[in-house]
């Protein structure tokens, strides 16, 4: 089971977005639909796909939050007629950040929001082997750029079975971003590909709820410890959320509550509902006495 999956928040066009989304890659589905009644929001729609055998969830529950490149979802293609696909296919109705062409990291790469606002680069890989089809990228700005390496170093004490890759770093010449900070990183948390970078260009835009990660968790210790060592900002902490101290929004959530969510019982769901909005930090045997009540 994915340990830590990307969740992203939409106005109302998550199933949209989400049929969308796996028509563009193989080993693609959409493996479920679920309407969640009485929230802040109204009637929510939760929506948990695979990706190129790689599981996101997405939500439609209100104009609260806009995607920003600040997290972006990077597809390393094994050929240019996959960038060239991909390009045609995201850009429409969307905008590009740094246009189709060749780079020197890259000799057909592009960097496009999408018609609903997410960030995704697409990049050929050459040579390079691909073992992951899709990593989420974190960059730093604004009053956290210059911070991404420390944030490298804190994710990967946080979480086991977790490495720093190779790392890319500015040099003199590079300037706004000063010498030494991250150009591009890559770690690993829990057999799970991530990347990084600094840019100290100016930008209006960091992280923020419109997406988190979600950590799955299959006991109470376990959910006390990310959501000690992660929660830096008290007032964030609401049904399992919670921002850290760099400013992106992480969920802590049972593994159980996948099948809660899940259950196509009214009344159960509603129930757990009820149970994890008077939470902050989840309590798996409160929502399992919710649910089996």
């Known amino acids: 089971m994915q340990k830590i999956v990307p969740h992203l928040w939409f106005d109302k066009e998550a199933v949209e977005a989400a049929k969308f989304y796996t028509s563009l890659l193989k080993d693609s589905k959409i493996f479920d639909i679920t309407q969640i009644h009485d929230t802040p929001s109204g009637t929510s729609e939760m929506i948990t796909i695979e990706l190129a055998g790689q599981e996101f969830m997405l939500l439609s529950a209100g104009p609260f939050f806009k995607f920003t490149p600040a997290i972006s979802f990077l597809i390393a293609c094994s050929t240019t007629e996959e960038v060239d696909t991909l390009w045609e296919q995201l850009s429409d109705g969307g905008t590009a950040l740094m246009p189709l062409d060749a780079y020197p990291f890259s000799d057909r790469y592009a960097w496009v929001e999408d018609r609903y606002g997410l960030s995704w680069q697409i990049m050929h890989m050459g040579d390079r082997k691909i073992d992951q089809k899709i990593t989420p990228t974190l960059m730093f700005t604004s009053d956290v750029c210059g911070k991404a390496e420390e944030a490298i170093n804190f994710y990967t004490s946080v979480f086991r079975n977790a490495t720093v890759g190779d790392i890319l770093r500015y040099i003199a010449g590079e300037e706004p971003d000063n010498e030494g900070t991250i150009k591009h990183a890559a770690f690993i948390l829990e057999g799970q590909g991530f990347a990084a970078m600094d840019s100290a260009y100016e930008h209006n835009f960091t992280f923020n709820e419109a997406i988190s990660?979600?950590?799955?968790?299959?006991?109470?210790?376990?959910?006390?410890?990310?959501?000690?060592?992660?929660?830096?900002?008290?007032?964030?902490?609401?049904?399992?959320?919670?921002?850290?101290?760099?400013?992106?929004?992480?969920?802590?959530?049972?593994?159980?509550?996948?099948?809660?969510?899940?259950?196509?019982?009214?009344?159960?769901?509603?129930?757990?509902?009820?149970?994890?909005?008077?939470m902050k930090k989840f309590d798996i045997a409160e929502l399992r006495k919710a649910y089996q009540r």
């Open 213 to 278: 990660l979600i950590v799955y968790c299959d006991t109470q210790k376990e959910i006390d410890h990310y959501w000690d060592k992660l929660s830096a900002v008290p007032e964030a902490e609401q049904c399992g959320w919670l921002k850290d101290g760099f400013g992106v929004s992480w969920q802590i959530v049972p593994t159980i509550m996948k099948e809660m969510m899940q259950d196509k019982d009214p009344e159960k769901l509603a129930r757990v509902t009820e149970a994890f909005l008077k």
